[in-house]
């Protein structure tokens, strides 16, 4: 079993709706991280977050400690979200990262 | 700045053939890291290195080796290569788990093995 779970695999929306990704873990964490990856590009960080809630532009990112689960919304989803949105997680004392497979999410316009 | 950048962006080899992957990075990070990204797969540890001169195996480190001669350099070798390294390479730095978990990612480097 992943320490990192993701879901949905794939996600397809139509422009302007609410998207949620979930991400689920089996470990203690000092930090949970959102990249962002389009196509053919290279890896962005979105956030890192380690309790709560953290909001920039049209994203927001929360985690709940207690159940071991942090979700990234995208409110009025835009073509241009289109992107592969890959979570990963901070082991306390680790220099290395756990990361998810990903979600591909297309937005149709 | 540039951030993290990567040579070459991509490469073809045959099998048996070696290359050498260059990562720069220019924020005076400590810790970098080399990563393959595989369809299906999430990212995966090769090697990382928490400062000049010192390298560590992730999970995935047969078949490559590492250096970290500078501080700003970390190079990713592949003395024979197979078909099973057909992947996509990133590379990625820090400045210090203790003070900030953030990596920063070069932009890629997509190798195809024949």
């Known amino acids: 079993k992943n320490e990192v779970e993701q879901s949905p695999q794939n996600l397809t929306a139509q422009e302007g709706e609410f998207i949620t990704i979930n991400c689920s873990y089996s470990v203690g964490i000092s930090a949970l991280h959102w990249l962002q990856q389009h196509p053919g590009g290279g890896i962005v960080s979105l956030f890192m977050?380690?309790?709560g809630k953290k909001k920039h532009g049209r994203l927001i990112a929360t985690i709940n400690i207690q159940e071991k689960h942090s979700s990234l919304h995208i409110t009025a989803s835009h073509p241009r979200d289109s992107a592969v949105y890959i979570c990963?997680?901070?082991?306390?004392?680790?220099?290395?990262?756990?990361f998810g497979k990903g979600t591909k999410l297309t937005v149709n316009p | 700045n540039a951030g993290v950048t990567q040579t070459p962006k991509f490469r073809v080899l045959k099998t048996g053939q070696s290359m050498t992957l260059l990562c720069a990075q220019d924020m005076n990070h400590e810790y970098m890291y080399w990563y393959r990204q595989d369809p299906g797969m999430g990212l995966r540890l090769i090697h990382y290195s928490v400062g000049e001169g010192t390298t560590a195996k992730g999970e995935v480190p047969d078949g490559y080796n590492v250096s970290r001669l500078k501080k700003q350099n970390f190079l990713l070798g592949l003395e024979s290569a197979a078909p099973s390294q057909t992947s996509v390479y990133f590379c990625?730095?820090?400045?210090?788990?203790?003070?900030?978990?953030?990596?920063?990612f070069g932009p890629g480097t997509r190798l195809t093995v024949t």
């Open positions: 990963a997680v901070s082991q306390g004392g680790s220099e290395k990262l756990v």
């Open positions: 990625a730095s820090s400045i210090d788990p203790r003070r900030s978990y953030e990596q920063y």
């Open positions: 977050l380690s309790s």
